[in-house]
């Protein structure tokens, strides 16, 4: 399926799923999509393994949270930040490292406190490896946290070879 990209969210320092900074982080890129689906890019190294060879569950989980939870940020002019209440993950398929990964995550409900969504990870082949649930509370930035926009370098950072389609 062919997704059209209509825009990209904001990139930090040292977040580890989009901190671009972070050398031990997966430096994930997300684009929006023109039906207000979010597709995560990235490429996991061998510093994020569990088995040799294989990207760890935890860090599947940890992209599959941020990409469901950010896709929420898609729907409003301002930003809606999300806490995690729950999340759910079923592993499907092994997925290896130095591979570029797909994630795509969708809003499939929400009311004035709460969202919940879903999510998948995708192999080059297009195989689905792992899919989640999750339900978050929708928070105020300044209740999660102090955020300095400047000193965490929350911006949308342009790179070459930006998509302007993502085939999946």
């Known amino acids: ?59 599947a989980s940890a992209v599959l949270d941020e990409t469901i939870g950010r896709a929420i940020l ?13 999340l759910s993950v079923k592993f499907k398929r092994p997925i290896p490292l130095n591979e570029e990964l797909k994630v795509i995550g969708r809003i499939t409900s929400e009311n004035s406190r709460f969202f919940e969504g879903t999510g998948e990870i995708v192999l080059s082949n297009g195989d689905v490896a792992v899919t989640a649930y999750g339900k978050y509370l929708k928070v105020p930035i300044e209740k999660i946290t102090e955020f300095n926009i400047e000193e965490n370098e929350w911006r949308i950072v342009e790179r070459e070879g930006d998509p302007k389609e993502i085939i999946i």
Request: hydrophobic content about 30%; glycine content about 10%; some cysteine.
């Open 1 to 59: 399926m062919i997704h059209k990209i209509t825009g990209k969210q904001h990139n930090s320092k040292l977040c580890f799923v989009c901190g671009l900074k972070n050398r031990f982080g997966i430096h994930a890129h997300f684009y929006i999509t023109e039906s207000e689906e979010l597709i995560a890019v990235f490429t996991p190294s061998e510093e994020h393994q569990s088995y040799p060879g294989r990207l760890h569950g935890g860090i």
């Open 74 to 86: 898609n729907k409003y002019e301002t930003e809606v930040w999300g806490v995690t209440i729950d």
